[in-house]
Antibody, heavy 124, light 109 residues
Framework: EVQLVESGGGLVQPGGSLRLSCVSSDFTFSSHSMNWVRQAPGKGLEWVAYISSRSTTIYYRDSVKGRFTVSRDNAKNSLYLQMSNLRVEDTAVYYC?????????????????WGQGTLVSVSS | EMVMTQSPDTMSVSPGETATLSCRASQSLSSNLAWYQRKPGQAPRLLIYDTSTRATGIPARFSGSGSGTEFTLTISSLQSEDLAVYYCQQYDYWPPEGSFGQGTKLEIK
């Protein structure tokens, strides 16, 4: 069964940094594009970042550009999100999600498997 | 910027009945629309993509339809396990801001 397991969340002060990890299993990780999606408390789902299967194409939502960096290590079946200069509004549960590659679709969807999420809290 | 509006915000349906959830796009879409189910304490689960294609392992009582700006998720023979929040997502247009609807909470009577 396809599994995605996130880790690395926690409480951090504004301006701080965190690195999220997502380890995959039971599918060929290197063949799939991946997304990070977040959900702030009481809010809806929000796409954050995309990385293609070989890391050749990367996209971010405007509000995290220059602060977040998505990367992957296909040899380790792992996806990462390096977050710096964190803001209170970055507080959310962060999910990694496997993207279905569809011709003509934008990078942010659809996503067929999701992890359970890791909570990032930014507060002083 | 695309705005996805789901209705109703909350609905209560009895077991065995049919639930019809709506998603309206502020601009006309191709078929690039998905539906997700989010049960309490669980990760989101893809139900439908390309407007009407069921994802792997999704039972036939979940169906999607629509075109243009109006899309529908229909859940027939409702079961107690269908208690969840359902989200639509368009993946047709940049920017991604507003690509998800705000969600419809489905309660079971």
């Amino acid at each position: 069964e396809v599994q995605l397991v996130e880790s690395g969340g926690g409480l951090v002060q504004p301006g701080g940094s965190l690195r999220l990890s997502c380890v995959s299993s039971d599918f060929t990780f290197s063949s799939h594009s991946m997304n990070w999606v977040r959900q702030a408390p009481g809010k809806g789902l929000e796409w954050v970042a995309y990385i293609s299967s070989r890391s050749t194409t990367i996209y971010y939502r405007d509000s995290v550009k220059g602060r977040f960096t998505v990367s992957r290590d296909n040899a380790k079946n792992s996806l990462y999100l390096q977050m710096s200069n964190l803001r209170v509004e970055d507080t959310a549960v962060y999910y990694c999600a496997r993207k279905i590659d569809i011709v003509g679709a934008t990078p942010f969807g659809p996503n067929d498997y999701w992890g359970q999420g890791t909570l990032v809290s930014v507060s002083s | 910027e695309m705005v996805m509006t789901q209705s109703p915000d909350t609905m209560s349906v009895s077991p065995g009945e049919t639930a019809t959830l709506s998603c309206r796009a502020s601009q006309s879409l191709s078929s690039n629309l998905a539906w997700y189910q989010r049960k309490p304490g669980q990760a989101p689960r893809l139900l439908i993509y390309d407007t009407s294609t069921r994802a792997t392992g999704i039972p036939a009582r979940f169906s999607g339809s629509g075109s243009g700006t109006e899309f529908t998720l229909t859940i027939s023979s409702l079961q107690s396990e269908d208690l969840a929040v359902y989200y639509c997502q368009q993946y047709d247009y940049w920017p991604p801001e507003g690509s998800f609807g705000q969600g419809t909470k489905l309660e079971i009577k």
